[in-house]
């Protein structure tokens, strides 16, 4: 094992990791993780340090073992320790919720019809014993939409609305919302009406992280005090202070197609140029006494204020954390190991919070610094350039195409896309953030400090207007380009790990001559062809109806070999973002070839595999009847079996004469039904045994019909 001598953290984060992941599948007890925990401990200090005289060549394995134990559970520990509801005072376990004592702990956030924050439940009041309880546990706070609230990070509020649980997804293959924020220790939600809260109580006390916040704020303000346009001012506040809220999903799209997201996203680039720029502001303190010791010191704190400035995002730690182990490295004279920090990063973010290994931006992160560190320089040898200055391009070359081949896996598993210019793209957007940085700071410095600086200040924010509106203009160019992203890109989660494994073993052959490689490879690429095509033709051998969940709308769709018809409201019809957030990821997933979009109202429909005319709708195997208007009495000698009747826009349906003329599985009212037009009418079905499914309530309504056993064998695999 001398291949893993050089690399002590990387052997310690190792079973880490592997107790973090494993840890909901193995489902230990705490008292049992515990117990292990206390035996493994001790076994390995009495190893150590009072059996080293049996310590021999053939049981040399004993260290390690008992070692990657330990840390193993320690793994599944930390997912237990970092689980909210595993405390004794969270507030679910409350039975007497009057009133809750909410300190707000996140910025308030303006959306459409409300203000988003989030609070930490303090206290809880019960009526019936009049006291108040000390009680933890986080929630989502959405304020009624008013111009006078003022609240700041760390104020106090007393509510009494009552709180609801995250929503599950609604559609098909949608945004797990209530995961990402389970992930994040968050179950419940409330909405405050003006009546429902008060303030009881302003940040008083000094806290890093309210400094943190209300210094962001300040920033903020003085990025708005340059009156730039909208987009330069959200890409400067995305792009100096991690602050993205600003930008709109159209310009989001435009950077990620043009494969210039990432420098939206603070990440090492920022953290570097804030370091290069204390260093050298600092520089003069190496001539006092102590004062390289002190220098030190400040860097790193001004680099980690500005990593709680621009959220604590984990690639924002994770570069944090390498910088200051380079910094104390260097301040100590010893020379680092850039795997060792990489490694000891990921171990100590994790020990803070081990669901980032489920962060997107955690896996981005540390997957494009692996492939830098591992492939950047082989890369860069391969090409043998002598001239400086055109090394300096080969090196943003190979940096490019190692942090790509590193991340486009995961870019393709969770956004379904690859832009193909992005080596062209970075080749200028890299240099022109580094001047954006540089003027933003300036500008920043400037109004900080509070003095104008005349020509110094306009030139500053003149540089800093100019060279984003450059950027923008050179974004939108690159994403209008002819075949400039590869879109609706599927990767089963197998094919993940098998796109990563073809990419370390192409490097391994080709950069290092690893030849051992070549048959796990070869194998590789076939595992990763043939389940291709097994979820290929899984897809086309499937029929699949939905009634989407889509607020105030009537939507339906009809999805056969890969091709499907879209049945809605001219409402939802002409809402393309709203189309976009529904349909999307199920249609990317569904493998959707050939898409046709109709109005409901459409008659007589026909395809090769649905026909409709009036309210029947006939879906291969499936006959369904829309109600969106008044049903004209039939008279039929005996009801007309079908499976499903939706009912939508509130229409009135006699449920007695509806069972006279069909015989039905369930009965479906969509999305743009209101929930007190049909509440009779649902206690009228309960009474009637009739089997309802409200969109409204439940969700999306989903079926399929497997037509191919290979569809069945899918849902065993994954």
Not at 243 to 262: P, T
Not at 521 to 544: A, K, P, Y
Not at 566 to 589: C, M, P, R, T
Request: charged share 15%; with cysteine; glycine share 4%.
């Amino acid at each position: 094992m001398r291949f893993w001598n050089p690399y002590p953290m990387a052997r310690l984060l190792f079973p880490f990791l592997g107790g973090i992941l494993l840890a909901p599948w193995l489902r230990f007890p705490i008292a049992t993780t515990m117990l292990l925990l206390s035996v493994f401990g001790l076994a390995l200090c009495f190893w150590m340090f009072f059996l080293k005289k049996y310590h021999s060549y053939p049981l040399r394995w004993l260290s390690g073992f008992f070692l990657n134990s330990l840390l193993f559970l320690i793994g599944i520990f930390s997912i237990w320790e970092t689980t909210p509801t595993n405390k004794k005072d969270h507030y679910s376990y409350f039975k007497q919720n009057d009133s809750y004592l909410i300190e707000i702990n996140s910025a308030l956030i303006e959306t459409e019809k409300s203000i988003k924050t989030s609070g930490e439940i303090v206290a809880i009041y019960s009526a019936e014993d009049s006291v108040w309880e000390a009680s933890s546990g986080q929630i989502v706070i959405y304020f009624q939409k008013q111009e006078k609230i003022k609240l700041n990070f760390g104020d106090k509020i007393i509510s009494t609305a009552r709180l609801n649980p995250i929503n599950r997804v609604q559609n098909p293959y949608a945004f797990d919302f209530r995961n990402y924020l389970a992930l994040k220790g968050i179950y419940h939600q409330c909405y405050l009406k003006d009546k429902d809260w008060i303030l009881v109580e302003t940040a008083s006390r000094f806290h890093l992280s309210i400094f943190a916040h209300n210094l962001r704020n300040k920033l903020l303000d003085l990025l708005k005090k340059q009156n730039y346009d909208e987009n330069t001012h959200a890409v400067a506040a995305a792009l100096l202070l991690g602050y993205d809220e600003y930008l709109d999903d159209e310009l989001r799209s435009k950077y990620s197609g043009s494969g210039a997201m990432h420098i939206l996203c603070v990440s090492g680039l920022h953290v570097g140029i804030i370091y290069m720029i204390a260093n050298f502001l600092l520089g003069f303190l190496v001539r006092i006494k102590y004062g390289d010791t002190l220098r030190v010191a400040l860097v790193l704190g001004i680099i980690w204020i500005y990593a709680m400035i621009t959220g604590l995002a984990p690639s924002v730690m994770r570069a944090s954390f390498m910088f200051s182990f380079i910094i104390v490295a260097q301040a100590f004279q010893r020379k680092g190991n850039t795997y060792n920090s990489l490694a000891a990063s990921a171990f100590i973010l994790l020990l803070i919070n081990p669901n980032f290994i489920y962060n997107i931006g955690f896996q981005l992160s540390y997957s494009a610094v692996f492939a830098i560190l591992f492939i950047q320089p082989q890369l860069s040898q391969f090409l043998k350039i002598k001239n400086s200055f055109l090394k300096k391009i080969g090196d943003l070359i190979t940096v490019s195409i190692a942090a790509q081949l590193g991340t486009f896996p995961f870019a393709v598993y969770y956004f379904h896309q690859f832009p193909n210019y992005f080596l062209l793209t970075n080749l200028w957007v890299i240099p022109l953030s580094f001047i954006v940085l540089c003027a933003g700071i300036a500008v920043l410095l400037i109004g900080i400090s509070g003095f104008s600086l005349g020509f110094i200040g306009s030139l500053s924010s003149a540089t800093l207007f100019y060279s984003v509106r450059i950027l923008n203009k050179g974004v939108e160019l690159m994403n209008n380009l002819p075949y400039a992203v590869l879109e609706n890109l599927v990767l089963s989660r197998l094919q993940l790990f098998l796109l990563y494994f073809i990419v370390l073993g192409l490097s391994m052959l080709w950069l290092y001559k690893k030849r051992e490689w070549l048959l796990p490879l070869l194998f590789s690429m076939l595992l990763f062809v043939s389940d291709s095509l097994l979820q290929s033709i899984i897809s086309s051998d499937s029929n699949t109806f939905i009634v989407y969940k889509t607020t105030q709308y009537s939507a339906m769709d009809f999805i056969s070999a890969q091709k499907n018809l879209l049945l809605g409201d001219s409402a939802f019809i002409n809402d393309k973002q709203k189309q976009k957030f529904v349909l999307k990821e199920n249609h990317v997933k569904s493998r959707i070839e050939e898409s046709v979009v109709q109005q409901t109202g459409t008659t007589p429909l026909l395809s090769d595999y649905l026909y409709k005319e009036d309210n029947l709708i006939l879906f291969q195997s499936l006959r369904i009847l829309f109600i969106d208007k008044q049903l004209p009495p039939k008279i039929t000698p005996k009801p007309l079996e079908i499976d499903y009747v939706v009912v939508a826009k509130n229409t009135k349906i006699n449920l007695p004469n509806l069972l006279r003329q069909y015989r039905f599985k369930c009965l479906i009212f969509d999305s743009s039904n209101t929930w007190w037009r049909i509440k009779k009418l649902k206690e009228e079905a309960a009474k009637l045994e009739i089997e309802v499914w409200d969109v409204n309530e439940k969700g999306a309504f989903v079926f399929v019909e497997k037509t191919s056993p290979l569809k069945q064998f899918n849902e065993l695999v994954y």
